[in-house]
Nanobody
Framework: QVHVVESGGGLVQAGGSLRLSCAAS????????MGWYRQAPGKQRELVAG???????NYADFVKGRFTISRDNAKNTVYLQMNSLKPGDTAVYYC??????????????WGQGTQVTVSS
C-alpha cells in the first residue's frame, strides 16, 4: 500500500510565499516522476510543475519565474516553493507520484490535496 500526503497549504496575502511538501510512503521500490497540479473552483485540474527522478523540471507558463519544484529522492518527497503569489493561484493543490511498486510495475498515486488561498 502506498500513501501520498501533502502539507504546507494555507492563507497568504498577495505577494507572499508558501512551501508545499508531498511525501510518498509505503511499499515503494522507487519513485519516477512527481508533480504538482491544482484545481480552482469550477475549473479543471491543471499541471503546475513536474520533476523527474533525475531532476529535470517543467513548469506551466503561469508559474514560471515564481514557483520552484524540487525533490529529495532519499525521502520520496517533492516540494513546491511558491513566491510572488497572486489571488489567481488560489486552488486546491494536489501531488501526483509515479510509483514503482515492489512488483516493479508503475502506478499513479494522488494525494488528498492541500488548500492554498491568496488574498488580495
Amino acid at each position: 500500500q502506498v500513501h501520498v500526503v501533502e502539507s504546507g497549504g494555507g492563507l497568504v496575502q498577495a505577494g507572499g510565499s508558501l512551501r508545499l511538501s508531498c511525501a510518498a510512503s509505503g511499499s515503494i521500490f522507487s519513485v519516477n516522476g512527481m508533480g504538482w497540479y491544482r484545481q480552482a473552483p469550477g475549473k479543471q485540474r491543471e499541471l503546475v510543475a513536474g520533476i523527474t527522478s533525475g531532476g529535470s523540471t517543467n513548469y506551466a507558463d503561469f508559474v514560471k519565474g515564481r514557483f520552484t519544484i524540487s525533490r529529495d529522492n532519499a525521502k520520496n518527497t517533492v516540494y513546491l516553493q511558491m513566491n510572488s503569489l497572486k489571488p489567481g493561484d488560489t486552488a486546491v493543490y494536489y501531488c501526483n507520484a509515479a510509483v514503482v511498486a515492489m512488483d516493479r510495475l508503475q502506478y499513479s498515486y494522488w494525494g488528498q490535496g492541500t488548500q492554498v488561498t491568496v488574498s488580495s
